[in-house]
């Protein structure tokens, strides 16, 4: 299994307070994602990284922020958490693009809910 | 833009059965094609992929053929366990200008003994 970790694995909190959830591997992979899994939409993408500080916005990416200071973290926050996402949050790792080599790997997921 | 319509669940079947999910896509220039697995309680693991046309995935009895004719990747299983019970996602991810997986909406696939 890559090594792949998210922190924490549940939380409940608040409307309008801020959350962090934590991806960190250890397999060295260039690229890193954060997806949202809701009934009926699959995985979406929120926002990704292709380097330590390159990143860039997918598909749901309002609401969110993130980080990657080091190659092994990337950070998601809720600036201000809304009952809207409340989901699950999974994390996903790849180390080459193109060419065949599109396989992500993904962490074991951070269950949100948001009261 | 680029997106994989699946077969809508649930799908119920018994030991030994033969499953097959649909899946259809959309998208630009040449993408690879992904069969991704969740357990109960787990994250997604991939099952099988194809990278061109008439490639065939395979892996744990399950397969499924590249068709660009159709634009489709059907996932197949001759004969299904109660392990296989799971939600099967078909993805695609289109190249090495757009990094992202495109996932369908999962197809929950339940097997009874």
């Known amino acids: 299994d890559a090594g792949i970790t998210q922190s924490p694995r549940h939380k409940v909190t608040e409307t309008g307070t801020p959350v962090t959830l934590r991806c960190h591997q250890t397999e060295n992979h260039r690229y890193m994602y954060w997806y949202r899994q809701d009934p009926g939409h699959g995985l979406r993408l929120i926002h990704y990284?292709?380097?330590?500080?390159?990143?860039d916005k997918g598909e749901v990416s309002d609401g969110y922020s993130v980080s990657r200071s080091k190659t092994e973290d990337f950070l998601l926050t809720l600036e201000s958490a809304t009952s809207s996402q409340t989901s699950v949050y999974f994390c996903?790792?790849?180390?080459?693009?193109?060419?065949?080599?599109?396989?992500?790997?993904f962490g074991p997921g951070t269950r949100l809910t948001v009261t | 833009g680029d997106s994989v319509t699946q077969m809508e669940g649930p799908v119920t079947l018994s030991e030994e059965a033969f499953l097959t999910i649909n899946c259809t896509y959309t998208?630009?220039?040449?993408?690879?094609l992904f069969w991704y697995v969740q357990y109960p309680g787990e994250g997604l693991q991939l099952l099988l992929k194809a990278t061109k046309a008439d490639d065939k995935g395979s892996n744990k009895g399950f397969e499924a053929t590249y068709r660009k004719e159709t634009t489709s990747f059907h996932l197949e299983k001759g004969s299904v366990q109660v392990s296989d019970s799971a939600v099967y996602f078909c993805?695609?991810?289109?190249?090495?200008?757009?990094?992202?997986?495109?996932f369908g909406a999962g197809t929950t696939v339940t097997v009874r003994a």
């Open positions: 990284s292709y380097g330590v500080k390159d990143t």
């Open positions: 993805a695609l991810c289109s190249g090495s200008v757009d990094y992202k997986l495109s």
């Open positions: 998208a630009t220039g040449y993408p690879s």
């Open positions: 996903a790792i790849s180390e080459t693009l193109g060419q065949g080599n599109d396989e992500q790997y």
